[in-house]
């Protein structure tokens, strides 16, 4: 994922507390403000749309408009700062102007009720002063706004400021968290018949007790912990629990290690049927270009269609170019919302497509007739006779063939790279509210090629429902696979940002091996075999790196390629499961991810998930039950048993994240919203600190600590179509083997 927030309203959100009795206010000077010195780029800080600014000589300055009538109407600013109730707050500046001016100086939260902790103001000259101001906070939050108002001017001016710092606080910046007790669970539920283990933060080197109490407190298992060591991402002194022996199914089980208990979770045959309905669910309500309406989603999460051009929406179905890049528009209506914005990515799109036909046609072979069924959804179209599955996927067909640069004009056949607002919408925004105009970015190879991969998948999954559909999936992966071998380096700008993820990929040699391998399990064209070169690494994949899904389409489809090359597939899958696998067990928490430089990544639960895809692949083709087990601890570490002691999938789990980046489901923000729905997987830590929120509350974090559930945290909190759908084949392998 990229960035995909801008200023709009703020949330109120508290922060943690501790007792302050004994603490002398702000005596280590935490520093409260980012980039207060401006030394060489200008973010976090903003400034209103009628005064631009930009870095200059190391200092911020704005250019201040005449005619404006109150002081807020022109303002510099940074958001997202965290205060403590009760304690003062010193800020310290340098300013100077192109005439004498009235600078007001305002600390406080930027929406009702307003609450003010400082607001002074500065007689700024045109020669550079440095002002001290001193306020006291009454409220605690996350989201205070620190403002430069300079609104009301009779004349224009420039505005320059300098070495900006707030301090105060008695909490360090990333201090005052707390994960709850040091015993953590899945709290959602383990499968009567597969590993049931819990991971301790303990301070002993020797085994310790652990008691499993039933919902009436009564021990029903008892035993001693295995002492695991030092888990490096999180830092945590780490036993495990093992009691998979137990296998009476119930529901608010505990387990218990000296005084301290893990939420409580259940024991089923079968707890992942929920779980694998409501990740697939999930798309439906992020469809795009149609209401969602409550009969199918819940009366909570019904909207209008977003984009159809319903005034004051500019709408999807005759969308133009950027301008300067083409001179024709496109109807792209449809497909599903990308992530915490409502923009539509076709190199996103496509995996995520590709992963729920894929765990159709791994259904199929695997004789799950739940994969299978129409009607396992709350979707308009659960009673059609198509599996519920490609229904869903087919919507984000219909919009990824939609992309396709028409007939007649410059690169014919080349897949548009995406199509979004032209600048950041504010948090919340509902698509049909969208005032801002959308526009087609230019084709690249990669898009291209996503196309042709999921486009001649679904020609094959579509045959026996809807021959014409799968004619036109075909005939349009075919157009596009020509054109882009005969473009093979049009690539999308890193630098393409603004009111959109830029989504750049300059290598596409993996893209031509998996369009490749779906183009020649569909047709038996051996022209395709040759471009067949990429195999599955310990990297995995992802939506820039698809070169192992040609290992995986050759394994799931054996009696589609040549004998040879499934063995040699097969061999490597196999390998980097049982690398995924021993990840897992070497670590104190069960994530099949670990990383070799230690750092996680954006969506790094993404990963964790794609790596468990990987596993299941694996069981599938030994049946060996250490690759069902490590799949299922996998869910474990998505379900709670983590550093974090946090499930990451809203509504399961008593600590669930429910506050993930979006601009539809903003709860957070505004209480008449809704959280998103149950089965939305927030993207986990990611110790890079890509956003202020992040950057102000995680600092010093261990690695597999560096999540927060802030709907500002963009980089840790963002919900997104390829982590849905990584969550959704894994939810559904995970019932189907528990079956």
């Known amino acids: 994922m990229f960035r995909k927030t801008r200023w709009g309203a703020v949330f109120l959100a508290p922060v943690l507390t501790v007792a302050l009795a004994a603490t002398p206010a702000h005596a280590a000077e935490y520093e409260r403000v980012l980039n207060g010195s401006f030394d060489s780029v200008k973010s976090p800080w903003w400034s209103s749309a009628n005064t631009p600014s930009a870095i200059d000589l190391g200092r911020l300055c704005a250019d201040v408009p005449a005619g404006t009538v109150n002081v807020w109407d022109s303002m510099i600013g940074q958001n997202d700062i965290p205060l403590e109730a009760g304690q003062p707050y010193t800020l310290r500046f340098t300013a100077s102007a192109t005439r004498d001016v009235s600078l007001h100086t305002v ?37 205070a706004q620190l403002s430069f108002q300079q609104g009301g001017a009779a004349q224009p001016f420039t505005l320059c400021l300098d ?28 499968a009567v018949h597969g590993p049931k283990e819990a991971s301790i933060v303990d301070a002993s080197t020797e085994p310790v007790e652990w008691l499993l109490r039933d919902a009436s407190g009564a021990v029903v298992k008892t035993g001693l912990t295995r002492f695991q060591g030092t888990d490096a991402a999180s830092g945590d002194h780490v036993h495990i629990a093992d009691f998979s022996s137990f296998r009476t199914a119930g529901t608010g089980y505990t387990l218990a290690v000296g005084t301290a208990t893990s939420y409580p979770f ?79 990515y076709v190199v ?85 509210r969208d005032s801002q105009p959308r526009y087609l970015h230019p084709p690249s190879t990669a898009a291209t090629l996503n196309l042709a991969a999921a486009g001649a998948q679904c020609a094959r999954v579509w045959a026996r429902y809807d021959a014409a559909f799968a004619h036109t999936c075909l005939t349009a ?11 093979p380096d049009v690539y999308a700008p890193s630098s393409d940002s603004v009111g959109g993820g830029a989504y750049a990929d300059t290598d596409v040699t993996d893209e031509y091996s998996w369009a490749a391998t779906e183009l020649y399990a569909t047709t038996r064209d051996r022209g395709y075999l040759s471009h067949i070169d990429t195999e599955i690494t310990s990297a995995g994949f ?109 509504g399961y789990g008593s600590r669930a994240s429910h506050n993930q980046h979006n601009r539809v489901w903003a709860h957070q923000i505004d209480p008449k919203l809704p959280s998103p729905p ?62």
């Open 107 to 143: 600390l406080q939260l930027p929406a009702a009720p307003y609450t003010t902790t400082l607001n002074k103001t500065a007689a700024v000259t045109g020669t550079p002063k440095t002002f001290q101001f001193t306020g006291t906070s009454t409220t605690a939050n996350l989201h």
């Open 163 to 190: 070495d900006v710092s707030l301090t105060g606080g008695a909490i360090p910046p990333g201090g005052g968290r707390d994960f709850g007790s040091p015993v953590r669970t899945n709290q959602y539920g383990y």
């Open 266 to 344: 259940a024991i089923a045959d079968n707890p992942y049927p929920a779980l694998r309905k409501d990740a697939l669910g999930y798309f439906y309500a992020v469809r795009s270009g149609t209401p969602i309406e409550g009969q199918y989603a819940g009366d909570a999460y019904a909207r209008p269609a977003g984009h159809l051009g319903v005034a004051p929406n500019k709408g999807d179905s005759d969308v133009p170019c950027l301008p300067g890049t083409c001179d024709y528009s496109l109807d792209v209506q449809g497909g599903w919302y990308d992530a915490g914005d409502q923009g539509k």
């Open 348 to 432: 996103n799109g496509a995996l995520a497509a590709w992963q729920l036909m894929d765990s159709y046609e791994r259904s199929r072979g695997q004789g799950d007739a739940a994969g299978l069924r129409d009607g396992l959804l709350s979707i308009p179209e659960n009673d059609n006779g198509v599996p519920d599955v490609l229904d869903e996927s087919r919507w984000e067909m219909a919009f990824l063939l939609s992309m396709q640069v028409p007939a007649g004009e410059p690169l014919a056949g080349m897949v548009h790279h995406k199509v979004h607002d032209l600048a950041w919408t504010a948090l919340p925004t509902q698509p049909d």
């Open 477 to 487: 992966a075919e157009t596009a696979w020509k054109a882009a071998l005969a473009h």
């Open 542 to 650: 992802s939506w820039r790196d698809t070169g192992a899904l040609a290992d995986l389409t050759v394994v799931r489809l054996p009696s589609r390629f040549p004998a040879p090359m499934v063995a040699a597939a097969s061999k490597r899958v196999l390998a980097v499961a049982d690398g995924f696998v021993r990840d897992e067990q070497s670590q104190g928490y069960p994530n099949p991810n670990l990383p070799a430089d230690g750092g996680y990544v954006w969506g790094s639960n993404s990963v964790t998930a794609n790596n468990a895809m990987v596993v299941a692949t694996a069981y599938d083709i030994t049946r060996r039950n250490v690759y069902r087990g490590a799949v299922l601890e996998s869910l474990d570490y998505l379900l709670g048993r983590n550093a974090l002691n946090q499930s990451f999938v809203t």
């Open 678 to 739: 149950p089965g939305s997987l927030a993207g986990g830590p990611d110790s890079a600190l890509q956003d202020p929120v992040a950057q102000q509350n995680l600092v010093g974090c261990a690695p597999a600590t560096c999540y927060i559930d802030d709907i500002y945290s963009y980089s840790t909190n963002e919900v997104a179509i390829n982590w849905n759908s990584a969550l959704a084949w894994v939810a559904a392998f995970a019932a189907d083997s528990a079956r």
